[in-house]
């Protein structure tokens, strides 16, 4: 099975690794033919184990033990990378129209009922929420930066995320999912 890592806060501060250091430690974790993408912790590897859990308990347990700090992982499986390349969270015609990226927030686990009505709560005209199976869509109307969306209360209230824009996880999926 094809898998994509998604490990948060990668190159952030002290936590620096190069792609070809991080490929490394999952050839020693003992995954199969990792190739990373980008400069922020992702990587596409193969794995004949299924256990999405036992998979990323592996992964972040050798990570924190050969980089010496906590590494959270979000993994998606092929399927579900090509489920969300194709996933329409809100129109097309508000997406390219926004001059803010489509953010994907990949959580790792389903969020409860209570979760995603606290985290809608801070959904304006100018960053637009919205879920799917096991991320949270965000459309901002402008940057980032210029957000007053509370990140914080939003990652608090929901389980471990790492955040990517949706341009990323289609190059990911363009590159190794053909």
């Not at 050839?27 to 998979?55: H, K, M, W, Y």
């Amino acid at each position: 099975m094809i898998y994509a890592a998604f490990l948060r806060g990668m190159n952030l501060g002290n936590r620096r690794i190069t792609n070809d250091d991080l490929r490394a430690e999952f050839e020693r974790i003992g995954l199969d033919s990792p190739q990373t993408f980008q400069a922020a912790g992702n990587v596409v590897f193969e794995s004949s184990n299924e256990s999405e859990s036992a998979l990323t308990k592996l992964i972040e347990s050798e990570l924190e033990a050969g980089l010496g700090y906590p590494v959270p992982t979000v993994l998606r499986s092929r399927p579900e990378l090509e489920e969300l390349v194709v996933a329409e969270p809100f129109p097309a015609e508000d997406v390219k129209g926004s001059k803010g990226k489509l953010q994907v927030m990949l959580l790792a686990a389903k969020p409860t009922a209570a979760a995603r009505k606290r985290v809608l709560g801070h959904a304006t005209d100018q960053d637009r929420l919205a879920f799917g199976a096991r991320e949270l869509f965000w459309l901002p109307s402008g940057g980032m930066s210029d957000s007053d969306l509370d990140l914080r209360a939003i990652e608090k209230a929901l389980p471990t995320a790492t955040t990517r824009t949706r341009g990323t996880i289609e190059r990911l999926a363009a590159k190794f999912l053909d």
